[in-house]
């Protein structure tokens, strides 16, 4: 064992152990090309943005807010036309009013939805939060009590398209289909902007005039392209997530053709008034300094999360996505096989967080779920899950889900914390 190296004593300070910093570095250096590449497409996102930014002359007036109205909101108007660039979209609309991903999408969805048209899903079932939206499941408010029928495809068991089915789906009353970039929290694969684009042009050669909306949730900016310049006709996500860049403490987008973004905007606020109304209050500094910092705060996710699939790959677990495969969100999965190893993970990511770091997280009975479920997140931000956060539900095959990191050496120091604290247990030997 050689001379004990200056980081291996502050790690040591947060009790991770010589063995398991050994082990991490030993991991990371089988890594350095992914890392490469992931830095290179965050070059490439970090100057889109800022040239978004020159191209709409953002100024210092535009960090401003407005009150009251906000009519000519100078900062929220050019912030849009910056979304528009980024996404290259004709319009978008980006708002601390809409006030979650879900709401994002249920806007989008019942602002270019009407009676008796047809909702389809080409990629199985949509994110659990829509199935209510949709009616899916029976609720208030939801598409279905406006007359809006759904139908589903399902992929392949391999994870394909099924072309056939969705051909048969097609009818005259098709209006939108909806596409989840995402796996979400089931175990499909992710979809890349390359497949997705292959989807929408099949789609679109049955019916040219159908909408395709694209729920890019945790998507943004791991690729260098986004599914609007592959033919989505919206892309839409949450500010908490990979586009806020860990500042914008709210908000949601919807990036697209003029029209579906003229039609959310006058759902988000009414007839005739649409996109010119919305005071922004005082919250644009963190909307275009979270953008800006988005690209390297997504790459930082995305080495953390491969970073976590390697090391529980070489110790036996089974991890999705594996940890060679090419990445086309943040989410990271890991099979533990025991409620203990859950648990145990689970404490080591919150012991890792800059807030309430000595909160233990526990299973409980959360809304909508059958078994009780254990979260981890040591938030700046309250529920981000761009941040360093995990849950999993206590049930088999008691798996994890992990994200975020807005920066790499957090999001290692948690995959460290947690092994040590598997490792601790007697669930892993380092
Ligand atoms: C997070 C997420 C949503 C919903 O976003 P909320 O902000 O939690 O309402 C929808 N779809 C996908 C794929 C997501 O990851």
Same mark, same amino acid.
């Given at each position: 064992m050689g001379k004990m190296r200056e980081i291996d004593g502050i790690y040591k300070q947060f009790g991770i152990s010589e063995a398991v910093s050994r082990f991490g570095e030993e991991i990371l250096s089988s890594l350095r090309e992914r890392f490469r590449q992931i830095d290179e497409t965050a070059e490439y996102n970090q100057l889109k943005v800022i040239w978004a930014m020159q191209e709409a002359g953002?100024?210092?007036?535009?960090l401003l807010g407005t009150t009251?109205? %906000?009519?000519? !909101?100078l900062g929220r108007d050019t912030l849009e036309t910056v979304y528009a660039d980024v996404f290259r979209t004709e319009d978008a609309l980006v708002r601390p009013q809409i006030t979650c991903g879900t709401h994002a999408l249920a806007l989008a969805l019942m602002s270019n939805l009407r009676p008796g048209d047809e909702l389809l899903s080409p990629v199985g079932k949509p994110y659990d939060t829509l199935e209510e939206v949709i009616g899916i499941r029976p609720s208030r408010g939801s598409l279905a009590e406006y007359g809006i029928t759904y139908r589903q495809v399902d992929l392949l068991p /391999? %994870?394909?398209? !099924?072309y056939e089915g969705i051909r048969a789906a097609i009818n005259g009353k098709t209006r939108l289909v909806t596409i989840q970039r995402s796996k979400g929290y089931q175990t499909r694969p992710t979809l890349s902007v390359a497949r997705i684009g292959e989807l929408i042009s099949f789609v679109k050669q049955i019916k040219p005039d159908v909408l395709v909306m694209v729920d890019n949730c945790y998507g943004e900016?791991? /690729?260098?392209? /986004?599914p609007s310049e592959a033919g989505a006709d919206m892309v839409v996500g949450s500010l908490i997530k990979n586009p806020g860049g860990g500042l914008a403490p709210i908000g949601g987008y919807i990036a697209g053709k003029r029209e579906c973004v003229e039609n959310a905007a006058c759902r988000l606020t009414s007839p005739g008034l649409a996109k010119e109304v919305g005071a922004s209050l005082g919250i644009l500094p963190a909307f275009y300094q979270g953008l800006f910092l988005a690209p390297t705060v997504t790459s930082s996710a995305l080495k953390g999360a491969i970073f976590a699939a390697n090391i529980y790959e070489k110790l036996g677990f089974a991890v999705v996505p594996d940890g060679s495969e090419s990445r086309h969100d943040i989410i990271q999965a890991v099979t533990f096989g025991s409620p203990e190893g859950v648990i145990a993970f689970c404490e080591g990511i919150q012991a890792a967080a800059?807030? !309430?770091?000595f909160v233990k997280p526990e299973p409980w009975d959360m809304p909508g779920y059958d078994a009780k479920v254990i979260m981890a997140a040591g938030a700046f931000v309250s529920g981000s899950s761009i941040e360093l956060s995990a849950d999993g539900p206590i049930a088999p095959p008691y798996a994890v889900y992990f994200q975020g990191g807005l920066t790499f050496p957090h999001a290692k120091l948690g995959i460290l914390k947690s092994l040590q604290n598997l490792a601790d247990c007697g669930i892993v030997r380092i």
């Open positions: 953002v100024s210092e007036a535009c009251g109205y %906000g009519y000519n !909101d /391999e %994870g394909g398209f !099924d900016f791991v /690729e260098t392209t /986004e800059p807030v !309430d770091s």
